[in-house]
């Protein structure tokens, strides 16, 4: 029996045990939680669940040696894992570094016995994917390298009897004591340390914020968030009547800084504004107070938002075709696609085309789907939104010599945009794949289409 053979065989068979305990659960949920057996059975169970983190690196590594990617008209392995294991694009990106440090190749300062001792301490402990993840994200601010394997299978030994807080505790003092034992810390280790990242909105439509912030910075934004500590600032009663607290009236202040910031490009850009709204007639006659319309970022607003932001007047207005919601000819003869047309195509599609999509467009490029170097000209109906990383998955030569990508084109049935992919061994008949996110269907283009 091949090897293939025996790993087919064991995960239809971890599929079959999965699915009838699952059956278990659902159908005598009481039953199956009531006796010690069953949840020390369930323990051993998350125990096994946690040796997949392994197997996960592992087949993360073979796609990239495999260029498995090709297959879904990408260079990239990070497309490959995101699209046909149905996990995000960061999961997938954690489980390729994983990878390389247990399987890829090795560097100088990379000791295999050392590394080899360090999976098998893993894999013998079960260590679960979430102190997996914690110590490989403390170990990437040590800065003596050489020092990496010897402290990563430290760490794996420690982590087998530590609980979560705990080990993250350990592990951040021993990379502490080991960067200041090295030449002393670097002056510019908070500099590189910086992030910023902004999370989906939630069901009331706010965000929330998390990153890292270099003194220089954080002394700057604590300066002009400092007037927050007195009741009264920035409000329109006297402090004496002002009922927020410290932390509300920090982040009122912080929206009047970068409100004050894109009424300044406002007025540089003569007038046109940094924040788009789409909407259709229909939804201005139907509003109400919880009426919440799509934008150029992540966020939507409801009509109080958009009176929050100064923009209680319409600057541009988008004729769309009745049945397809795409925008009537706007053309234009340079390569740059105009602000219009940038506004047009936020209010026909609101985010990327590629199916799945749903980056916004404040986070895209605008792209020619007849290339401008074919002769394709910058006309509302040759341009589509294609976000960077999936802009690099586009093949822009007329003939579609480049098999391994697939191309942006209209869809004959609908006139709508999107992609078709490549030819290969998974779709060896492609279609145009529309982007049928919900994020694109809160545009105004989609909503005329529903009308």
């Not at 009838?20 to 659960?25: E, G, K, R, T």
């Not at 914020?209 to 500590?229: F, K, V």
């Not at 294609?386 to 006139?415: I, K, V």
Request: hydrophobic share 35%; net charge neutral; with cysteine.
């Amino acid at each position: 029996m091949s090897t293939m053979a025996s790993i087919s065989e064991l995960t239809q068979a971890i599929s079959r045990s999965i699915t009838a305990l699952a059956a278990l659960f659902i159908e005598d949920i009481g039953a199956t939680k009531a006796t010690r057996e069953n949840l020390d059975a369930v323990i051993e169970l998350e125990r096994a669940f946690n040796q997949k983190t392994l197997i996960d690196s592992a087949f993360a590594q073979s796609v990239r040696e495999a260029r498995a990617g090709n297959l879904v008209g990408s260079t990239r392995p990070v497309d490959f894992l995101a699209q046909h294991l149905d996990i995000s694009r960061p999961e997938a990106l954690s489980r390729l570094r994983l990878g390389l440090r247990d399987f890829g190749q090795m560097d100088e300062h990379t000791d295999e016995d050392a590394r080899a001792y360090g999976r098998d301490v893993l894999h013998r402990h079960a260590i679960s994917a979430e102190k997996q993840k914690l110590l490989e994200r403390e170990l990437k601010k040590l800065q003596n390298r050489p020092e990496l394997h010897g402290l990563r299978v430290r760490a794996a030994e420690e982590a087998s009897t530590r609980s979560f807080a705990d080990l993250r505790t350990w592990i951040r003092e021993q990379v502490a004591m080991l960067n200041d034992a090295h030449t002393g810390r670097d002056p510019s280790a908070g500099a590189r340390r910086r992030h910023l990242v902004i999370g989906a909105p939630d069901a009331d439509g706010g965000s929330f914020i998390r990153g890292y912030l270099p003194a220089a910075t954080t002394a700057l934004l604590e300066a002009a968030l400092a007037p927050a500590r007195n009741p009264g600032h920035l409000s329109s009663v006297p402090a004496e009547e002002d009922t927020r607290g410290l932390q509300h009236r920090r982040v009122d202040a912080l929206h009047h800084l970068l409100r004050r910031y894109h009424q300044d490009k406002t007025e540089r850009n003569g007038g046109v504004g940094s924040i788009v709204v789409s909407l259709s007639i229909k939804d201005l006659r139907d509003i109400t107070p919880h009426t919440r319309f799509p934008t150029n970022t992540h966020s939507q607003l409801n009509a109080l938002d958009i009176l929050m932001l100064g923009a209680a007047e319409f600057d541009f207005g988008v004729v769309h075709d009745p049945d397809s919601g795409s925008p009537l000819h706007l053309g234009r003869t340079a390569r740059s696609a105009s602000l219009e047309q940038r506004i047009a195509l936020m209010a026909a599609q609101g985010v990327c085309i590629f199916p799945g999509c749903e980056q916004p467009l404040c986070n895209c490029d605008i792209h020619h789907i007849t290339a401008w170097a074919d002769g394709g000209f910058t006309d509302i109906e040759n341009l589509c939104p294609f976000c960077r990383s999936h802009h690099t998955l586009n093949n822009d030569t007329a003939n579609r010599s480049h098999g391994r990508r697939g191309q942006a084109e209209h869809d004959p049935a609908t006139g709508r945009t999107g992609y078709r992919p490549p030819t290969n061994s998974y779709t060896p008949d492609p279609s145009v794949q529309l982007n049928e996110t919900v994020a694109q269907n809160r545009s105004a283009g989609a909503k005329i289409r529903r009308q």
